[in-house]
């Protein structure tokens, strides 16, 4: 796909990525190889039929193309966006060995778009259950958990705490990688299916965890939601952001567009971000488009950044300075933030993760002048309703604990997503919601 001159993008929000034109996405299709036994499909975490919505577009049949992609995944132009595909569906592409794997990703965008334009497909649905289930929380596994569990004939109520649904994906995800338009608009194929959405409602405030349990069943797909800090000395001072404050305020409250909208953000002149993943990629172009420059801080090597290649080769494009193999100690300032101290990092013994644990270098202290720091070193599971229940088992990190297929340990009551495994990419969400709502069809259809 063509992306746009960084000379005009980093002056707005408006999305990156050109997409394919229908000559380029059939030209592309060609190119599958349509595998007696696709290996793709197993990198799909949602089980999309890949070779065969493939097959529909090189033969021109885009409308029959979203009809096989909507069969398993409601979200299709978010996933064609924001999935890793290199290490998912296109990882396991047997082309990879000779040549790069078909662009799958690309192409699912690519019909998800047309449709959108040409008119939205929607799934068939199963005769009426009777059966309530309520879903708490509108990001990528609600959606995802309610759209399943109406296509199974069930009556869906989703609670979302927000003015706005789609939770990361509205206020996470930057609109130049994730137009919101295009969210919505998936939104609102998920409640044409019968699931009724209550906006502003915050579980265990707004309504009782007595009266959620009164559902015939419970999906928790809260997300994570509650950011970590660093421990600094100094991060009390004014600037001081966490990635999910800062993102936030600017994706879902326009902050950007201060005093337009009454939200503000320091637009900071100079920014550290410290972090590697792609939330730290996120903030630190957003910080860039707000007019910063931007010093993006990550304490191991550029080979062990986890954010996708795409975004570290966008961010780099747009003039993010990327210091490596080093760790902010301390925000420096006195009422005014001035800067913030880091630490050089050696690289060690290889941890679990098979990246080397880094530790300090003695003396080796140096500064980078800074009015704005953000801290973008992960999340965990949102804690205001899991809190209120304390009958669920939750692990040391307040993830709750499920099963395999996304039980908790109260009775009628499932999880998936960030809530249940920290965070983590938008399409695990969606495939554990997938495997809830079906475990959830089972347990009221024997019951």
């Known amino acids: 796909m063509h992306d746009r001159p960084v000379d005009q993008r980093i002056h707005d929000f408006a999305e990156v990525d050109g997409g394919y034109s229908p000559d380029e996405a059939m030209l592309e299709s060609a190119r599958c190889l349509q595998c007696k036994k696709p290996v793709c ?33 409601m979200l299709p132009a978010i996933c064609g966006r924001v999935c890793p595909q290199e290490v998912q569906c ?66 869906v109520t989703l609670f979302e705490s927000l003015h706005a649904a789609g939770g990361v994906l509205m206020y996470g995800i930057p609109a130049f990688r994730l137009p919101k338009e295009i969210v919505k608009a998936e939104i609102e194929a998920v409640l044409s299916l019968g699931v009724d959405l209550k906006l502003n409602h915050l579980v265990g405030r707004s309504i009782t965890t ?14 994570a939601g509650l950011p970590y800090f660093m ?10 952001y966490s990635a999910n404050e800062f993102l936030t305020r600017v994706n879902l409250m326009h902050a950007d567009r201060f005093p337009v909208f009454d939200t503000p953000v320091k637009k900071g002149s100079r920014v550290v971000v410290a972090g590697g993943g792609n939330v730290a990629m996120d903030a630190a172009r957003v ?3 707000l007019g910063g420059k931007v010093t993006l801080v ?20 747009e003039g993010i300075e990327f210091v490596m193999c080093a760790n902010p100690v301390q925000v420096l300032g006195d009422q005014v933030m001035t800067g913030v101290e880091c ?32 801290a973008a070193i992960g999340q965990g599971p949102n804690p205001l309703l899991i809190g209120e229940l304390p009958e669920l ?3 040391k990190r307040g993830n709750v604990i499920v099963d395999e297929d996304c039980r908790t340990s109260l009775r009628k009551v499932y999880a998936g997503g960030d809530v249940a495994t920290g965070a983590a990419t938008v399409i695990l969400a969606m495939g554990a919601a997938k495997r809830a709502a079906h475990a959830m069809d089972r347990m009221l259809r024997d019951e």
């Open 90 to 155: 296109e990882g396991e592409c047997i082309l990879k060995n000779k040549e790069r794997p078909i662009a799958i990703g690309s192409l699912e965008r690519f019909v998800a778009d047309w449709e959108r334009v040409h008119g939205m497909v929607l799934p068939h649905k199963k005769t009426p259950s009777g059966r309530r289930v309520a879903v708490v929380g509108a990001g990528p596994a609600g959606l995802t958990a309610a759209a399943e569990l109406a296509r199974l004939g069930h009556h």
């Open 231 to 240: 421990g600094l000395p100094g991060e009390n001072l004014p600037g001081v």
């Open 343 to 374: 630490v050089r990092m050696n690289m060690c013994e290889l941890d679990s993760s098979g990246r080397p644990e880094p530790a300090p270098v003695s003396g080796s202290e140096f500064t980078i002048d800074a009015d704005v720091f953000i």
């Open 210 to 223: 007595k009266e959620l349990l009164n559902f015939d069943a419970v999906f928790l797909g809260t997300g």
């Open 298 to 317: 990550y304490r191991r090597r550029e080979e062990d950044l986890p954010a996708r290649e795409a975004e570290v080769a966008r961010a780099k494009e």
């Open 287 to 289: 910080a860039r488009r």
């Open 41 to 73: 499909i197993r990198g799909c975490p949602v089980n999309i039929d890949i070779p065969a919505f493939i097959r529909e577009i090189a033969a021109g049949d885009f409308k029959k193309a979203a009809t096989i992609l909507k069969e398993q995944n």
């Open 393 to 395: 088992k939750r692990g």
